[in-house]
Every structure is written in C-alpha cells, then in structure tokens.
C-alpha cells in the first residue's frame, strides 16, 4: 500500500459525459502528479501540482483539468468524454520537487468511455 | 522533447535465469534515470534510481541497473529471477523544466518469468 488513495476504483460512462477523479496523495506529501495509461499511448505525463498550484504541464488535453485544494487532495476532472478516452489514470504523490524525490503511485482509476 | 525506448516489449524467460530488460533515452543534458515495476492491478513501484555518483544501482530484491552516459543506456538485469518477478516494468526519465522535473516513461517491457 503506497498511501495514495484513488476514487473511484472503476467508472463506466458515454461520450459526451465528464467525470471527476479524485486522489488524495499521502500525509504530508505536496505534489500530486496525475498520469494516463492507454495501450495506444502507454502511460503519459498529464500535469502536476504542488501545494495547490499547477507546476508542470504533460500532454494534456484541453478537455481535461485538475486542482489541488488546501488540503492536497487532487481532483482531475475529464469532459467531452470519448472512446479513445478509456484509460486507467493514475496519481501519484512526492514530498518535494527534487529530481530525485520518489513518486509514490495510487492504485488508479480505470475509465471506460462506452 | 525526451524519449525513452523499451526496446523489447516482452521478456520471456525460465525460473532462475538471468535477464536483461533494455532501455534507451535520448537526452544531452542531465538526466535522473528511474525503473519502476508494476503488478498485475497495482500501480507503479519504484525499483531503482540514478541520480549521480556509481554508475551501477542496486534495488533491494535483486535488481541492478547501469548508467551509461555514451551509450544513453540505463538496462536493467537480474541474474537470477523468481516467478514473482513476472510484471511490467517501466524505464523513466526526468528532466527539469521550470523548477520540476518532468518524467517521461517507456512503453514498457512484459516480463514473465516460467517454472
């Protein structure tokens, strides 16, 4: 158990709809990275944050936004949803924004556009 | 922009031999090399990490990888592997940008370790 928790475990939804994934990243951890994992693409950077302010950008689509509220918890929050945005989306926190801080990863949200 | 190359996407191999799980990056400047594993329904563990200093880095179960700064090669090997190290596992790079440090990881490498 890494201390990141992730929810919901699973979600079904249609195109056109938005969804809203919650991380809530380990005690005392401030940044909270948000990551994709696709056959397609494999697993992909989207954004971080740390101490509630956006930091870096990855390959993010315009669709797609995150926050990080006062008490950390992380939301990644996915509109206009389609096919190709069927995923298992992961969150993952460090204590620091060293180059070498260890990233610790959730168990991730696996999201099913039908 | 980085890159990272697994260049096998599936490592098959018997119970008690050695592997060799391959990676390639693509960077001139400094970089911080990382290979993670990930299990069947779990997310992504961290294996090893280079940073600076000894080129070669060891993980707790067994694991080493070696930098090579000429070769841009950061493989990872065991030499002698147990059927519980059938996962994925995924090779990463971090650069810095902007005061953070942006990671871009491999496609990743299958491998399955057979009785």
């Known amino acids: 158990d890494s201390g990141v928790t992730q929810t919901p475990k699973h979600l079904i939804t249609a195109t056109g709809q938005r969804v809203t994934l919650r991380c809530s990243p380990r005690s005392g951890d401030l940044s909270v990275y948000w990551y994709q994992q696709s056959l397609d693409q494999g697993l992909q950077f989207l954004i971080q944050?740390?101490?509630?302010?956006?930091?870096a950008k990855g390959n993010i689509l315009e669709r797609f936004s995150a926050q990080q509220f006062p008490d950390l918890h992380s939301e990644l929050n996915l509109s206009s949803l389609e096919l190709g945005d069927s995923a298992l989306y992961f969150c993952a926190s460090s204590s620091s924004l060293s180059e070498g801080e260890t990233q610790y990863f959730g168990p991730g949200t696996r999201l099913l556009v039908l | 922009a980085q890159s990272v190359t697994q260049l096998d996407s599936q490592v098959p191999v018997f119970e008690e031999a050695p592997v060799e799980l391959r990676c390639n990056y693509s960077s001139s400047v400094s970089v911080y090399l990382f290979w993670y594993v990930q299990y069947p329904n779990q997310g992504l563990q961290l294996l090893l990490k280079y940073l600076s200093g000894s080129t070669l880095v060891e993980s707790i179960n067994g694991f080493e990888a070696e930098f090579n700064k000429s070769q841009t090669s950061f493989h990872l090997r065991k030499p002698s592997v147990h059927i519980s190290d059938t996962a994925e596992y995924f090779c990463a790079v971090r650069t810095s940008s902007g005061g953070s440090y942006i990671p871009t990881f491999g496609r990743g490498t299958s491998l399955i370790v057979h009785p």
């Open positions: 944050y740390y101490n509630g302010e956006e930091r």
